[in-house]
């Protein structure tokens, strides 16, 4: 299944993202996709069962990361079916920037998961829960 994508209007319901246990999917599953918005600066990663998004610089103030991170925190986002969205400990660059460019103002769908990308924030969530996160250089929210 490849990810659909469309145009939104301006104001419209953010996307939806879900973070990955893409690993796990079984190989039957919805193909993952991979884009970068057109600044370059998010990257992200979409499959049925999740999104992960990655930001390269950013202005917002650096998040304390878990005791138990031993990597890079405060940069890669991620939200999976059913649970809320979060910050993703990690010692690789889990994003490929070499991926296609989706334009501002369109959305890429997988499942449920639905990101978002705009002039001022990428966003993705899940349809059915709501859960996800939004992403900008200045700013990021996960709910």
């Known amino acids: 299944m490849k990810a659909t994508y469309f145009s939104t209007a301006l104001g419209a319901v953010?996307?939806?993202v879900t973070a990955l246990a893409?690993?796990?999917a079984p190989a039957n599953a919805a193909q993952l996709d991979q884009f970068v918005s057109p600044s370059g600066n998010i990257g992200c990663l979409i499959g049925p069962h999740g999104a992960e998004c990655e930001i390269r610089d950013?202005?917002?103030a650096q998040p304390v990361a878990p005791v138990n991170c031993h990597g890079a925190y405060g940069d890669v986002f991620s939200a999976q079916d059913g649970t809320f969205a979060q910050?993703?400990?990690h010692t690789d660059q889990p994003i490929d920037f070499h991926s296609r460019v989706v334009d501002y103002g369109q959305q890429v769908r997988e499942g449920?998961?639905?990101c978002s990308v705009t002039m001022q924030y990428v966003e993705c969530a899940d349809?059915?829960?709501g859960h996800g996160f939004k992403v900008a250089r200045e700013f990021y929210n996960v709910y």
Do not use: D
């Open 127 to 129: 349809g059915t829960t």
């Open 87 to 89: 910050l993703n400990c």
């Open 58 to 60: 950013h202005s917002y």
């Open 14 to 16: 953010a996307a939806t």
């Open 22 to 24: 893409l690993s796990a």
């Open 112 to 114: 449920t998961m639905v």
